[in-house]
């Protein structure tokens, strides 16, 4: 690997301050993603992303404008990460520095418009306990608390269990202020018009929809430094109060507040209850959680989380534990869900309208799910979604696979026969967690209201054993063959495969080139790179933006 | 464990910052709200619990050679273990700081030592102390007069032992005799290891030091087994710690307390009275020691064991040191039986207490960085309106005493013994 000239570092520095850089490779190892840091929806791999030549910890706008002109002189590939729970957020060249954005970290909240303004390293946790001391909360993606808001909504999806009633980062996001990769910076939304934060359109075409649109872009239109989210009425106390021994901490929250495990007969009952919920617009959260431990597992799981003495070594005789037994049983499908009363009236409305489409759809509550201290424990944990790092809980490393579908009655059709796929592997292999097939953490909702919705399998594996990542990695490609099959299209552990090279490294334009030509709608990622050569001339921000030369592709055509 | 049987800890922390952080059920604030004093002094990802598993793996593999920084790195944990307890929260396979640990035993292997701490070690080699400059022969100067019992001579129902601070250090001398004289006026049968008393060897492994520190534990089991030890009292949290967890770790079996733990005791059977009235509002900073890693031994001899094909598990059960049975409510009770003590809480409190700085040899290598964390703490306990901090350990309370909160003002830093004497009419305020 080249290191980059003294002079050049020396200019970064200047930037920054010498504090605020490091080239020491004993830094520079721990900026590589590793296979443990999995979900990164390309697939179990293997190895680490590449070196970066510095790693910078900018503090301010004008830093990271500063480090970003750098860039562009020198032609140095830049990525911008925050809270790093994906590989995303790591760089693909070795001509590359890695900024980390933790130095910034102010916040406001303008509690009158329901707005938060954030710089980076304000993390959803932090906010959410800061807003609820003026009564509002926001939306936690699923990625949990620990993870940076501004990443979330400017990088990614960025939808969540309270996506149902406030929306997903693409809704929530207002005004924002952009570093582009030229080092231009850039207003969007009221804020561009110079009328504050609280509007994340401006006059004109979207930019929003440009720098993130929905699914976000994984920061490579340079860096968010700071944005505006909308915040939303919180009808708790100023603090969750909490109770319990670590780690099964328990809110007590006062009666307005219900979680309940809502459990069908038939998947098509549970489609039917979703829908039912998108429509009546009753639920303060809505989630397929603990089933990401498996159909076999979950309440043993649940068990153990909830009593401090317990642990993973316990987990096979609880499985053999009737009462567990027969609760796996009848909460094979679920979801949770929790409501959250402006008033009494509004409280009994909710229930009511719950109880309402249970009795419609067949449904019950769970039993096990409605005891005192259990129900407590899921009001903290999907409220403040601060347990999200139990994702990795039983191997260390998983993979969400099968996908997301705009509508739940195609997943809910497949859901069998996708379990049976899974539970197949899981007993004739030993490369993947046997958990009882069905390990779908479901998304209810992937807009604010209701529509689309998430059905990940979660795929637990062991990164530190290559034969559990290699076999996993088979595994995807027999259910991306199942996926192609039902016309599912991508399955969900390989959406990033066009983005990072299964070695870490970023594609080139020319393999770009190789891979999209051949989509069915090229033309969106040859619009893709025009874009790209309008926001970032120098290209330096790697091939999460897919973009396909146009040049090329035109060539091609003339050629077919 | 040595450093390379945590490899597949190393390449199984997936990152997810909860280490950085107080459990996040818990948390109230961004201003008070993380957790690591290491990464939020230097920055870089790194200097987290999971930038040292990436660490400890690139120094395995050979990769960081060049490296000028990587000593300074390991050593500049505090080994104050909230990484551990807020990574728990989530994981059951992960030890956060015993790896910290082993990376620094390693690095010490290596030769990547601090100056500073060469100092500190040959007093500990030479003279038993980890205060540079002090004699054995002046650590029993405390139990001058008291007429102490030498348990080698006879029998005491209690060992006290003072450790470093509280043996050697003027203005703690004599708060080590007045709670002597308290515990005995209190009827306690007390007896001291007279001569044979030195350093419990808990800092040392803290900063790595391992061969020190188990030279130390050794010394003083036997010494305890000799003397037919059977109860323990330390008013210092590292002892404690050290009595509690290394010791029994060596096979010691004597009960170990703190000394808030045992006056809270004597205080609610009745056999010692607190008729002093002390009108201040305090908040308490849980030692690090005495709090999150001050819970009970369990003997543990196993392996890793996979179930359900990837699952890993340890066979038998490992014990889950997370915090969960730390010594909490035993000085808060003692601080409430004093009449006019209001107790009002910090952010960070119990299991997620924020380090005061002192530890794992950083106050001595990383002066600023140390003074740094204290100021921290400091600030917070500002916020609470508190007129001072109590603590229950001679090295947050020295550490904490000298620090100034972010505005640059100090805050008067009590040790709760310091309160208990002054109520039972043993010092005056
Ligand atoms: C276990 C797990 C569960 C997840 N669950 C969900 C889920 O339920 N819903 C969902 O929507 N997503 C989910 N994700 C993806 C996740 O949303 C993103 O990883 C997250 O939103 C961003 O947080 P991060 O810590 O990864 O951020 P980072 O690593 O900081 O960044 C993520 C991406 O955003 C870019 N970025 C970061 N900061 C900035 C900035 N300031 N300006 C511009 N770009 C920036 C980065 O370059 C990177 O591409 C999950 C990821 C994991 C690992």
């Known amino acids: 690997?080249?290191?980059?000239?003294?002079?050049?570092?020396?200019?970064?520095?200047?930037?920054?301050?010498?504090?605020?850089?490091?080239?020491?490779?004993?830094?520079?190892?721990?900026?590589?993603?590793?296979?443990?840091?999995?979900?990164?929806?390309?697939?179990?791999?293997?190895?680490?992303?590449?070196?970066?030549?510095?790693?910078?910890?900018?503090?301010?706008?004008?830093?990271?404008?500063?480090?970003?002109?750098?860039?562009?002189?020198?032609?140095?590939?830049?990525?911008?990460?925050?809270?790093?729970?994906?590989?995303?957020?790591?760089?693909?060249?070795?001509?590359?520095?890695q900024l980390d954005l933790r130095r910034m970290r102010t916040f406001e909240i303008d509690a009158r418009n329901q707005v938060a303004v954030l710089e980076p390293y304000v993390i959803g946790g932090a906010i959410q306990a800061e807003a609820m001391k003026v009564g509002l909360t926001l939306n936690i993606p699923g990625v949990g608390?620990?993870?940076?808001?501004?990443?979330?909504?400017?990088?990614?999806?960025?939808?969540?269990?309270?996506?149902?009633?406030?929306?997903?980062?693409?809704?929530?996001?207002?005004?924002?202020?952009?570093?582009?990769?030229?080092?231009?910076?850039?207003r969007t939304g009221s804020l561009g018009a110079g009328a504050g934060w609280f509007c994340g359109e401006g006059p004109g075409p979207s930019l929003r929809g440009i720098l993130r649109g929905k699914q976000?872009?994984?920061?490579?239109?340079?860096?968010?430094?700071?944005?505006?989210?909308?915040?939303?009425?919180?009808?708790?106390?100023?603090?969750?109060?909490?109770?319990?021994?670590?780690?099964?901490?328990?809110?007590?929250?006062?009666?307005?507040?219900?979680?309940?495990?809502?459990?069908?007969p038939t998947w098509e009952a549970y489609a039917d209850a979703i829908r039912l919920f998108h429509e009546n617009d009753v639920l303060f959260l809505g989630h397929r959680q603990f089933n990401m431990f498996g159909r076999d597992i979950k309440a043993a799981m649940i068990r153990i989380l909830n009593d401090p003495d317990l642990q993973l070594a316990d987990l096979p005789a609880l499985c053999e534990?009737?009462?567990?037994?027969?609760?796996?049983?009848?909460?094979?499908?679920?979801?949770?869900?929790?409501?959250?009363?402006?008033?009494?009236?509004?409280?009994?409305?909710?229930?009511?309208?719950?109880?309402?489409?249970?009795?419609?759809?067949?449904g019950w509550k769970s039993e096990m799910m409605l005891d005192k201290e259990l129900a407590d424990w899921?009001?903290?944990?999907?409220?403040?979604?601060?347990?999200?790092?139990?994702?990795?809980?039983?191997?260390?490393?998983?993979?969400?696979?099968?996908?997301?579908?705009?509508?739940?009655?195609?997943?809910?059709?497949?859901m069998e026969e996708a379990s049976d796929l899974k539970r197949k592997w899981e007993e004739q292999g030993t490369a993947i967690a046997a958990v009882g097939g069905d390990s779908d953490m479901g998304s209810i909702c992937i807009m604010g209201g209701g529509g689309s919705t998430g059905w990940e399998f979660f795929t637990h594996f062991d990164a530190y054993e290559k034969a559990s990542t290699r076999g996993t990695a088979e595994f995807f490609n027999a259910t991306q063959a199942w996926m192609n099959e039902k016309g599912l299209g991508v399955d969900m552990g390989k959406w990033n495969q066009s983005a990072r090279r299964p070695d870490g490294f970023y594609f080139s334009q020319a393999e770009q080139d190789a891979m999209f030509e051949k989509l069915p709608q090229p033309l969106v990622t040859e619009y893709q790179f025009k874009v790209r050569e309008a926001f970032n001339p120098n290209d330096l921000c790697g091939s999460y933006y897919r973009t396909l030369d146009p040049n090329r592709a035109s060539r091609r055509r003339n050629e077919g | 464990m040595p450093l390379q049987d945590y490899r597949p800890m190393m390449e199984r922390c997936s990152n997810c910052l909860n280490c950085r952080w107080v459990p996040f059920d818990k948390l109230k604030s961004l201003r008070f709200g993380e957790n690591c004093p290491s990464v939020c002094y230097y920055g870089f990802g790194t200097y987290s619990a999971r930038g040292r598993f990436q660490l400890g793996q690139s120094v395995l593999d050979g990769e960081v050679d060049e490296s000028e920084a990587v000593g300074d790195i390991i050593h500049?944990?505090?080994?104050?273990?909230?990484?551990?307890?807020?990574?728990?929260?989530?994981?059951?396979?992960?030890?956060?700081?015993?790896?910290?640990?082993?990376?620094?035993?390693?690095?010490?292997?290596?030769?990547?030592?601090?100056?500073?701490?060469?100092?500190?070690?040959?007093?500990?080699?030479?003279?038993?102390?980890?205060?540079?400059?002090?004699?054995?022969?002046?650590?029993?100067?405390?139990?001058?007069?008291?007429?102490?019992?030498?348990?080698?001579?006879?029998?005491?129902?209690?060992l006290f032992f003072p450790g470093c601070k509280y043996a050697y250090e003027e203005d703690l001398r004599e708060k080590t005799r007045g709670m002597v004289r308290l515990l005995k006026k209190a009827g306690v049968d007390l007896g001291v290891l007279g001569s044979a008393e030195a350093c419990c060897g808990g800092r040392a492994a803290?900063?790595?030091?391992?061969?020190?520190?188990?030279?130390?534990?050794?010394?003083?089991?036997?010494?305890?087994?000799?003397?037919?030890?059977?109860?323990?009292?330390?008013?210092?949290?590292?002892?404690?710690?050290?009595?509690?967890?290394?010791?029994?770790?060596?096979?010691?079996?004597?009960?170990?307390?703190?000394?808030?733990?045992?006056?809270e005791r004597l205080v609610a059977t009745g056999a010692l009275a607190l008729p002093g009235r002390i009108p201040m509002t305090v908040t308490y900073h849980d030692p690090c020691k005495l709090g999150r890693q001050g819970e009970p031994y369990e003997a543990w001899n196993g392996v890793e064991k996979k179930i359900r094909n990837q699952i890993h598990t340890w066979d038998p059960k490992r014990p889950r040191y997370n915090g969960a049975y730390g010594v909490y409510d035993a000085p808060r009770r003692l601080l409430e039986a004093i009449d006019g003590v209001r107790l009002v809480e910090m952010e960070r409190i119990r299991e997620y207490s924020w380090c005061c700085g002192a530890s794992g040899g950083c106050e001595a290598a990383e002066p600023e960085f140390s003074a740094w964390t204290a100021s921290e703490r400091v600030t917070e306990a500002r916020a609470t309106g508190a007129a001072a901090i109590a603590t229950a350990c001679p090295w947050c309370k020295g550490r904490l005493g000298t620090a100034v909160d972010e505005n640059g003002d100090a805050m008067p830093v009590v040790d709760i013994v310091d309160l208990v004497l002054q109520a039972a009419g043993e010092v005056q305020a």
């Open chain 1, 321 to 362: 534990d009737p009462y567990l037994k027969e609760q796996n049983e009848k909460m094979k499908i679920d979801i949770q869900v929790i409501l959250a009363g402006q008033t009494a009236r509004d409280t009994d409305y909710k229930e009511m309208a719950v109880d309402r489409i249970l009795e419609i759809t067949g």
């Open chain 1, 1 to 97: 690997m080249n290191r980059m000239p003294d002079a050049v570092y020396r200019e970064f520095e200047a930037v920054v301050g010498r504090r605020n850089i490091s080239r020491d490779p004993a830094v520079l190892e721990t900026y590589r993603a590793i296979p443990a840091q999995s979900s990164d929806h390309r697939g179990p791999h293997e190895g680490k992303t590449p070196m970066p030549q510095a790693v910078i910890l900018p503090g301010s706008t004008e830093e990271v404008q500063g480090v970003v002109r750098l860039c562009n002189r020198y032609g140095i590939q830049f990525k911008a990460a925050t809270t790093f729970w994906s590989v995303m957020g790591y760089i693909g060249s070795e001509a590359s520095v």
């Open chain 1, 378 to 414: 899921v009001l903290l944990y999907l409220i403040r979604m601060g347990h999200k790092n139990l994702n990795y809980v039983l191997c260390g490393a998983y993979e969400g696979n099968f996908g997301l579908s705009s509508n739940v009655y195609v997943s809910a059709s497949v």
């Open chain 2, 76 to 158: 500049s944990c505090l080994a104050c273990g909230a990484c551990d307890v807020s990574c728990k929260v989530c994981r059951y396979n992960l030890e956060p700081l015993a790896h910290n640990l082993a990376l620094k035993e390693e690095a010490v292997s290596r030769g990547w030592v601090k100056p500073a701490h060469r100092a500190i070690m040959e007093g500990l080699r030479t003279e038993q102390t980890m205060l540079p400059g002090r004699r054995k022969a002046d650590r029993t100067a405390w139990q001058e007069g008291l007429g102490l019992k030498d348990v080698f001579q006879e029998k005491a129902e209690v």
């Open chain 1, 145 to 186: 608390c620990s993870s940076s808001v501004v990443a979330s909504t400017a990088g990614w999806v960025g939808f969540g269990p309270t996506s149902i009633s406030m929306g997903c980062a693409s809704e929530n996001m207002l005004g924002a202020e952009w570093v582009l990769p030229s080092g231009e910076i850039l």
């Open chain 1, 216 to 264: 976000g872009t994984a920061g490579s239109f340079g860096v968010c430094t700071r944005m505006a989210v909308r915040l939303h009425p919180w009808p708790g106390p100023a603090a969750i109060p909490t109770r319990g021994t670590v780690p099964a901490y328990k809110a007590s929250l006062p009666d307005n507040f219900k979680a309940y495990t809502l459990c069908f």
């Open chain 2, 206 to 263: 803290d900063m790595g030091y391992a061969d020190e520190a188990r030279e130390r534990v050794a010394a003083n089991c036997r010494a305890c087994g000799k003397a037919g030890v059977t109860t323990v009292v330390t008013p210092c949290a590292d002892c404690l710690h050290a009595f509690k967890r290394q010791y029994a770790e060596a096979g010691a079996t004597f009960e170990v307390l703190h000394v808030t733990e045992y006056l």
